[in-house]
């Protein structure tokens, strides 16, 4: 099968004045459609930094990235955020809504910025998303008004409304307890039996069982001979 995602001896650097600290060495990692992967590892092991390089958030200084078979390694800034808001969908810790519009707005927030569907078309989606996350009564509340697993199962609409083929979370657990977390998670699950390709960072080993591959990041670098280890799950 075609990988969707393929990084090839990627090298990612942070300068901290006049000293490079290696974040990511040597990374390679091949990611096939349909795949559920978690990247676990300590703090400050690069898991952050390895999603933000695939989700176009970060760059990398050295190294290769194919992209459904396409060489993205050099796009510029316009073909990058292009790419990003065509193919992937970001869920956060901190859910990130923003607080001053509804619940309506934060999900509709993607497709004005994308602005090629018109009011009708737009509110189609909307309700269609609340709708799979079980909220669509809360379209008029501020995201405060509601609980966090409520207001994460907001930020996974409004990751969706673009229809990306990808779905990035970095620890969307991490700021609730074990049993919101599961209805989040088995949302994630269904997107994914839906046929959504999922990439989650996670320190919570319960949830391994969602994945179908479990990727470690170790001892503050990622490497792929001495320290990536790749177990499958299933
Ligand atoms: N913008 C930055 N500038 C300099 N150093 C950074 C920057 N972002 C991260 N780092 C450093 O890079 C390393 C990896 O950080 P990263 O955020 O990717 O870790 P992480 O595995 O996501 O950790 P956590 O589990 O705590 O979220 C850390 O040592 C961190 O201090
Ligand atoms: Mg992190």
Not at 34 to 49: D, P
Not at 85 to 113: A, D, T
Request: proline share 2%.
């Amino acid at each position: 099968m075609n990988s969707l995602i393929k990084i090839e001896n990627m090298e990612k650097y942070y300068k901290i004045g006049k000293d490079r600290l290696h974040v990511l060495k040597s990374i390679n990692l091949d990611i096939k459609k349909g795949e559920f992967i978690m990247i676990m590892g300590k703090s400050g092991s690069g898991k952050t930094t390895l999603l933000n390089i695939l989700g176009f958030l970060d760059r990398f200084e050295e190294g290769k990235y194919i992209f459904n078979d396409e060489d993205v390694t050099n796009l510029n800034e316009n073909q990058r955020s292009e790419f990003r808001n065509r193919n992937i969908g970001f869920v956060f810790q901190q859910f990130n809504l923003v607080e001053s519009l509804n619940i309506y707005q934060n999900v509709e927030l993607p497709l004005v910025y994308d602005g090629k569907l018109n009011k009708k078309e737009r509110d189609a989606i909307i309700k269609e998303k609340l709708e799979l996350v079980d909220l669509l009564d809360k379209q008029n509340s501020k995201p405060l008004h509601l609980s966090g697993g409520q207001q994460q199962r907001i930020a996974i609409a409004r990751a969706l409304v673009n229809n990306p083929e990808l779905i990035f979370a970095d620890e969307p657990t991490g700021a609730l307890d074990s049993e919101t977390a599961e209805v989040v998670m088995e949302i994630l699950k269904l997107l994914n039996e839906q046929g959504k390709t999922i990439i989650m960072v996670t320190h919570d080993s319960d949830l391994v069982k969602y994945a179908t591959r479990v990727v470690r990041l170790k001892d503050g670098v990622f490497n792929n001979e001495k320290s990536l280890e790749v177990t499958s799950n299933d």
